[in-house]
């Protein structure tokens, strides 16, 4: 007999708007008689395996709305990263607790968890649905246009640039800003939609898409520096040299790891001030301040994109409408239709899960250090509407008179 329970659950990192597709999710289910139960699972996989779960049909609406509206997981997260053994204490949680639709809202780990229990389950011969609900900030998903919680941290990058660029030109000097990607460049491609006027910054925008050579940075640097007498840098964390050892690393006395074994990218400010410290000793520019983003682009509630708000509520219910009327698991996908507007597509889990997406090179300009007008054309709709602007004064020069 049909138990009509349901889990939903979200994994990595935080965003601005996932939680409007966990909102998506139970609203949406709501609406089912068949449903008689929507639970949440705690902090992600970690939740599930620990039984820590909540009853979310006993949510009311409006705080569900609220909540939607409230930036990081309020479900709370994790970073495990589950192998067919940890997979296997999920799917016993799932059985135990008759869960016949399972929800993971996350990235590229999450998609590759939801596939090895889908087929746990499809080898046990149990009737359970699993959908995994994209998020990411990096936007590296495959099969997407975009992921939701990118425009959100893309319109932060956007904003923070435009600020830091007026903030350089009011008090001349370098400036360089390292924010998060450790193999996709979008984030960090998104600083070039704060330029407003031909000599803004960033003059320079460095991706994990191609080889980083310090030589050429420095002379890069030089070159911009001597044209404008400033210069603005967006770097990514994950810039790396030809044999894709990170730059961090090679520059760092001391390397950090994180749970995964790679090199500690994130939450750390060792990349800008080993680039600055670099800049002011062979350069000699006495005026060099570097900043990491961290996790500040990831859940900012001052500047959330309205078209993430809605396409990531909209994820989540299409998750629950896949999983009613569908017949097979899958991952929900963002397809641009038009100059903008989208649809939703279900998508095999083995397409998705374990891949990731990089920035196209038709995004990338020749040179490697800034971006094409495909990408601003691409992007621009993504950060919603509302997006704040510069302008400067337009000095009449008076005559000297002393001629000093």
């Keep these: 007999m049909a138990s009509g329970k349901i889990l939903v659950a979200q994994g990595g990192g935080p965003t601005a708007v996932i939680n409007q597709s966990l909102a998506g999710v139970v ?109 990411t900030i990096d936007n590296d998903l495959v099969g997407n246009d975009h992921t939701p919680g990118f425009p959100s941290a893309a319109r932060f990058v956007a904003q923070a640039f435009a600020g830091a660029n007026l903030d350089n030109a009011a008090l001349p000097g370098v400036y360089v800003g390292v924010v998060m990607g450790r193999h996709a460049g979008f984030l960090t491609a998104a600083s070039a939609l704060g ?69 500690q ?13 670099e800049i002011k ?11 990491t983003f961290g996790y500040l682009q990831r859940s900012f509630i001052g500047c959330v994109s309205d078209v993430d ?12 409408q896949f999983a009613m009327w569908g017949d097979r698991d899958g991952s929900v996908a963002i397809k641009r239709t038009g100059f903008y507007s989208v649809d939703y597509q279900l998508l095999p889990l083995s397409d998705v899960a374990g891949k990731t997406r990089v920035m196209e090179d038709e995004f990338i300009s020749a040179s490697g250090t800034d971006v094409t007008d495909a990408f601003r054309m691409y992007l621009r709709p993504l950060l919603g509407s509302g997006m704040p602007d510069a302008f400067r004064l337009r000095p009449a020069p008076v005559e000297k008179i002393l001629k000093r």
């Design 27 to 135: 609203l949406e289910a709501r609406r089912f008689r068949d449903v008689t139960r929507v639970y949440g699972a705690l902090h992600g996989v970690r939740g599930i395996i620990n039984e820590d779960l909540v009853d979310l049909t006993r949510e009311t609406s409006q705080n569900l709305e609220m909540v939607a509206a409230t930036p990081s997981s309020a479900l709370g997260s994790t970073r495990d990263k589950p192998d067919q053994a940890y997979c296997a204490e999920i799917f016993k949680v799932l059985c135990a607790h008759e869960i016949e639709q399972f929800y993971y809202i996350g990235g590229n780990d999450s998609s590759d968890t939801v596939r090895i229990v889908s087929e746990q389950a499809q080898a046990a011969g149990y009737p359970l649905r699993c959908i995994h609900i994209p998020k």
């Design 195 to 263: 330029k407003k006027f031909p000599d803004d910054g960033p003059h320079l925008i460095y991706l994990p898409e191609r080889v980083f050579s310090l030589e050429q940075f420095l002379a890069d640097v030089k070159a911009v520096y001597d044209r404008y007498g400033r210069c603005v840098i967006a770097v990514s964390e994950g810039i790396h040299d030809a044999t894709g050892e990170p730059i961090a690393s090679l520059l760092a006395k001391e390397v950090e790891h994180d749970a995964h074994g790679n090199v």
């Design 265 to 277: 990218l994130s939450g750390t400010g060792a990349l800008a001030d080993l680039l600055c410290d």
């Design 281 to 291: 000793a062979r350069l000699g520019i006495k005026r060099v301040r570097g900043d």
């Design 309 to 320: 708000q809605r396409e990531a509520r909209e994820v989540g219910e299409k998750a629950v």
